[in-house]
């Protein structure tokens, strides 16, 4: 499949129309925004990492019976995907404390929850994505009770597959944002990314940060923390 023209540029990935209606091709780029767009600069490699990363996580999602948007991967920074409609909700499940759960609800960053937590928060850069409920949603008709009840449950088994999954690769998944679509028949799927961008990583022995984290609050070793995240995934 080919490029045609650009459909939408966004902060970290452009999107472009193919051939056919029913896909488009996702081409990851290396910017990379923080602070509600306040904060923007350059992670090299990036677009790379978060292209593989993100389509080898869906793929194994997607064999642990949680569907999504993968097609397939056309080279290092572009992908195939089913062409959807964003359901406008960010979905955000948390294993343990950190950002703006401990900022909003004053605690420390680490205290490890009994069961995890979902938040969904409304896609709107005008309104800066305020917190909402399943009850807003619904009323605002950003979704149906049911694809809301969907959502949940994709969002929970998409927590338990990759928890899973990093562990064994010495990494603890602290918490991660997902987005969903609706295709043209109507089914809901996993769209988006999954990556540093998008997920806190800490290293499970030193709790070292390997996320998005490093750059949101000018740490150093940004480039460095995708690069381990990637050797972690793929041995490279
Ligand atoms: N997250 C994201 N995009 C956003 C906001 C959050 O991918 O616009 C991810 C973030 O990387 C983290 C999780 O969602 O893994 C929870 O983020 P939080 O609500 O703590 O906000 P943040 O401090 O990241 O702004």
Known sequence: MEKKEMLYEGKAKKVFATED???????YKDDATANDGEKKGTIAGKGVINNRMSNYLMQLLEKNGVPSHFVEEINDTDTVVKKVSIV?????????SAGHFASR?????????????????????????????????????????????????MAFKVNDVLKAY???LGVTLVDFKLEFGKTADGSIVLADEISPDTCRFWDSETG?????????RDMGGVE??????MKRVFGE
């Open 166 to 168: 990093f562990k064994e």
């Open 105 to 153: 609800y004053g605690v420390e960053e680490g205290i490890v929850f009994d069961e995890p937590t979902i938040e969904f928060s409304y896609k709107n850069d005008d309104l800066h994505d305020p917190l909402l409920n399943a009850y807003h949603a619904i009323a605002l008709k950003l979704a149906t009770r049911e694809e809301i009840e969907l959502i949940k449950s």
């Open 224 to 229: 460095d923390a995708y690069k381990e995240m």
């Open 21 to 27: 209606e029913n896909y488009v091709i996702v081409s």
């Open 88 to 96: 406008p909700l960010e979905v955000i499940i948390r294993n343990i």
């Open 208 to 216: 070292e940060k390997l996320d998005k984290d490093r750059f949101r």
